[in-house]
């Protein structure tokens, strides 16, 4: 179903504030998406600051023929954001950082281990590493969708980090999550090693959040 785009956008523009103010990016590195139905999208603008450009400098793409709205020119890495929505119609929005600790880990090309229970409930496992390609080119967006596959994130070899939810909330609340599991690894490395949750552990973890944490529907209510 369509989206409302003057909403969307307004949303888009706030995000980008929010990955500046809690570290994410710096200047004008970085960019994020979302989805405006099954085939277009809106991303936001190259080399702009994001304290600097509003919603109408948006640019809107058609994922299938390429094609750009707008008055500005989009992200060098829409081809990336193109590739992920074409492989997974679940995915509402992109979110691609250079956060510090998890950026450091795809520096190194290192993938990280599921050591949090938060990462066994957002992302079901590890994050993988997608390997190195040229910033901007389809082979790092070819490279990027294909690692990232059925997850929640991917981190993008000697570049960043790419991660993806139903909307922008969940987007931006996974590429956080990635920095904090990234600093909580390396961290760990100081006073030996981190270690991983075994899959039975994940599986249990997953069931548990699903089924029993939070509200549901019919709680709280008096004489109940």
Same mark, same amino acid.
């Given at each position: 179903?369509?989206?409302?785009?003057?909403?969307?956008?307004?949303?888009? $523009?706030?995000?980008?504030?929010?990955?500046?103010?809690?570290?994410?990016?710096?200047?004008?590195?970085?960019?994020?998406?979302?989805?405006?139905?099954?085939?277009?999208?809106?991303?936001?603008?190259?080399?702009?600051?994001?304290?600097? &450009?509003?919603?109408?400098?948006?640019? =809107?793409?058609?994922?299938?023929?390429?094609?750009?709205?707008? %008055?500005?020119?989009?992200?060098?890495?829409?081809?990336?954001?193109?590739?992920?929505?074409?492989?997974? %119609?679940?995915?509402?929005? $992109? $979110?691609?950082?250079?956060?510090?600790?998890?950026?450091?880990?795809?520096?190194?090309?290192?993938?990280? %281990?599921?050591?949090?229970? =938060?990462?066994?409930?957002? &992302?079901?496992?590890?994050?993988?590493?997608?390997?190195?390609?040229? %910033?901007?080119?389809?082979?790092?967006?070819?490279?990027?969708?294909?690692?990232?596959?059925?997850?929640?994130?991917?981190?993008?070899?000697?570049?960043?980090?790419?991660?993806?939810?139903?909307?922008?909330?969940?987007?931006?609340?996974? =590429?956080?999550?990635?920095?904090?599991?990234? @600093?909580? &690894?390396?961290?760990?490395?100081?006073?030996?090693?981190?270690?991983?949750?075994?899959?039975?552990?994940?599986?249990?973890? @997953?069931?548990?959040?699903?089924?029993?944490?939070? @509200?549901?529907?019919?709680?709280?209510?008096?004489?109940?």
């Amino acid at each position: 179903m369509p989206r409302d785009e003057g909403r969307l956008r307004k949303e888009v $523009v706030e995000c980008g504030r929010r990955l500046v103010a809690r570290g994410l990016v710096t200047g004008t590195a970085g960019n994020l998406s979302a989805r405006l139905d099954a085939v277009r999208f809106l991303v936001t603008p190259s080399g702009m600051d994001y304290e600097r &450009f509003g919603p109408g400098d948006l640019c =809107a793409v058609n994922g299938e023929t390429g094609e750009v709205t707008g %008055p500005r020119r989009p992200s060098i890495e829409t081809g990336l954001h193109a590739a992920v929505y074409r492989l997974r %119609p679940d995915v509402g929005a $992109v $979110v691609h950082t250079h956060s510090l600790f998890a950026t450091a880990l795809a520096a190194a090309r290192r993938e990280l %281990p599921c050591i949090l229970d =938060a990462m066994a409930v957002q &992302f079901g496992g590890p994050v993988p590493v997608a390997r190195y390609a040229i %910033p901007g080119s389809k082979d790092l967006a070819d490279s990027a969708a294909r690692t990232l596959g059925d997850g929640g994130a991917v981190l993008l070899a000697n570049h960043g980090v790419v991660a993806v939810g139903g909307d922008l909330e969940e987007a931006m609340s996974r =590429a956080e999550l990635v920095e904090r599991a990234a @600093q909580t &690894f390396l961290l760990a490395a100081s006073v030996g090693k981190a270690v991983p949750l075994d899959n039975d552990s994940i599986r249990w973890i @997953q069931t548990f959040f699903r089924t029993s944490y939070g @509200q549901h529907p019919g709680q709280g209510k008096e004489g109940e």
